[in-house]
């Protein structure tokens, strides 16, 4: 039992780091900027980069369209995508208000996958608009991330910029929240002694990451029928009027919760081995009393941000045995974080056409495996951020996935995959490291 000092404590080192980005984030104006990447010893060089000398790469990519990986950033630049409609934790909170998140994005892009990614905030809600906006912006990308935007439309902007574009087009609160929490997942199942694909699972929201984790976790070999999915309204069952026109709820409906069981959060975590809750900010979405219904050596993943639906300690009050959150500030964190970059890095770098589940499973498996290579325990089920291997090689996995299902139009091996990904995430943290030291970057107050 945590006494109150304690429980105290922890909530203000909860607080801190929203504290500090309302100092840090007006000092530095956002978090990125455009810098040049070839030489400029004298302004005749212009004459080089743009014009005249620029009309020569110009013809040779009309010639040969594809020339244009060979003589632009295409190759490394992705778009995100947002509408600002399903922010972190806080909703609906328009486009202006989602860009501090969206240029953050890009910080972690370049810093963690060496990838460039620039943040584009749409002023508009409206499905085809999305669409047409994504299919306009696409020459001049190599990818497209999108973010933050609400479901049920996400999937089917998703679905129809991936049939119409040739380059990877995938939506990170899908498949990139969906990869890490399976790794966890996976990890938690062997250290509690459990196998994953005889587990009983409470997914607490039926947003864009627990739909499609669902689908991941079929594929892993989990009877869909073990799950319990519970949105807004209680636990997602075929007696449910309410989700019969739904698109994304009512497949639930038919093919989960095998007892049908009706009710709350409350009910639909009782002999639970797992609970993973990508729902809304908390705390307090979750109480301590439930986790207390659910079976041994209970799982808990309490994902949402800024505050997660249960704080650690409360959940470890009530008998879990393994706890994660979405925060970098707390053990096992369970963001996205560390898959969007490693694996967009391994999808620009064999120039795949899309971002398949098979290669976001290959992620999942590389991220658990580079966590058992380390210190392996109940506290660090994912590895972290700073694992300087990490995202090398969780893009050599996505890469040789993307060959093998034949959606890379570049062959390459493993060695020259690691290679290249190291390459390129050293050089951006040494550009980095560079700025700093030389007075490029302030370095923050105390």
Known sequence: MIDDKTR?????????????????HPIYKGKIEIVPKCPISSFDDFAVWYTPGVAEPCLAIKSEPDSVFDYTNKGNSIAIISDGSRVLGLGDIGPKAGLPVMEGKSLLFKYLGGVDAVPIMLDTKDKDEIVRTCKILAPSF??????????????????????????????????????????????????????????????????????????????????????????????????????????????????????????????????????????RSGPGVIKTEWIARMADNAIVFACANPIPEIWPWEAKEGGAKIVATGRSDLPNQA??????????????????????????????HELASVARDGNFN??????????????????VAVGIKAIEEKVATIHKSREELFSTASSVIKRARNLHKSMLSSGFIEPPPP
């Open 335 to 364: 963001n996205n974080s560390l898959g969007f970059p490693g694996i967009f890095r391994g999808a620009l770098d064999v120039r795949a056409t899309t971002i398949t589940d098979g290669m976001c499973i290959a992620a999942s």
């Open 378 to 395: 109940e506290e660090r089920i994912l590895p972290t951020m700073e694992e300087e291997d990490l995202y090398p090689r969780e893009s």
């Open 8 to 24: 105290e404590l922890n909530l203000e080192r909860a607080e801190l780091p929203g504290k500090r980005a309302m100092k840090l």
């Open 142 to 279: 190599g990818g497209i991330n999108l973010e933050d935007i609400e479901s049920p439309k996400c999937f089917a902007i998703l679905d129809e910029l991936r049939d119409s574009l040739g380059i990877p087009v995938w939506h990170d609160d899908q498949q990139g929240t969906a990869a890490v929490v399976l790794a966890g997942l996976i990890n938690s199942a062997k250290i509690v002694g459990k196998k994953l694909s005889d587990m009983r699972i409470t997914l607490v929201g039926s947003g864009a990451a627990n739909v499609v984790l669902i689908r991941l976790l079929r594929m892993e070999g989990v009877d869909p029928r073990m799950m319990i999915v519970v949105d807004s309204k209680g636990i997602i069952n075929r007696r449910r009027g309410d989700l019969e026109s739904d698109p994304v709820k009512w497949p639930l409906a038919l093919d989960t919760n095998e007892e049908q069981r009706g009710g709350t959060i409350e009910e639909s975590l009782k002999d639970s081995d797992a609970c993973v809750a990508l729902s």
